[in-house]
């Protein structure tokens, strides 16, 4: 480990024993906020995930053509079948809303 990494673990620790939030501390240690983001999360072995892009490849299975949808809100479940009547759902969700 560097000289640089040991003395900044040492910094990390002292920010997790003063309960202070990272932007109030490296405010008040003269600490770059984003500097203390990076050696937070390298000693605790979170990697960034490189962004690939905004979309992603979702494969479609038609197992079971008579399925429908299940919405679920709090404590209310709605099973919808393959052909549901419009009217009567947005009616539900109306009253719903109400609730």
């Given at each position: 480990?560097?000289?640089?990494?040991?003395?900044?673990?040492?910094?990390?620790?002292?920010?997790?024993r003063?309960?202070?939030?990272?932007?109030?501390?490296?405010?008040?240690k003269?600490?770059?906020?984003?500097?203390?983001?990076?050696?937070?999360?390298?000693?605790?072995?979170?990697k960034?995930?490189?962004?690939?892009?905004?979309?992603?490849?979702?494969?479609?299975?038609?197992?079971?053509?008579?399925?429908?949808?299940?919405?679920?809100?709090?404590?209310?479940?709605?099973?919808?079948s393959?052909?549901?009547?419009?009217?009567?759902?947005?009616?539900?969700?109306?009253?719903?809303?109400?609730?």
């Open positions: 480990m560097s000289e640089r990494a040991v003395e900044m673990r040492a910094v990390v620790e002292e920010w997790k003063s309960g202070m939030s990272i932007s109030s501390f490296s405010r008040e003269c600490i770059s906020y984003y500097k203390m983001l990076y050696w937070r999360d390298k000693f605790a072995g979170n960034k995930k490189k962004k690939t892009g905004g979309f992603r490849h979702l494969s479609v299975r038609e197992e079971n053509t008579s399925s429908g949808v299940e919405v679920k809100v709090k404590d209310v479940s709605i099973i919808l393959g052909e549901f009547d419009k009217k009567v759902l947005a009616d539900t969700i109306r009253v719903l809303k109400e609730v």
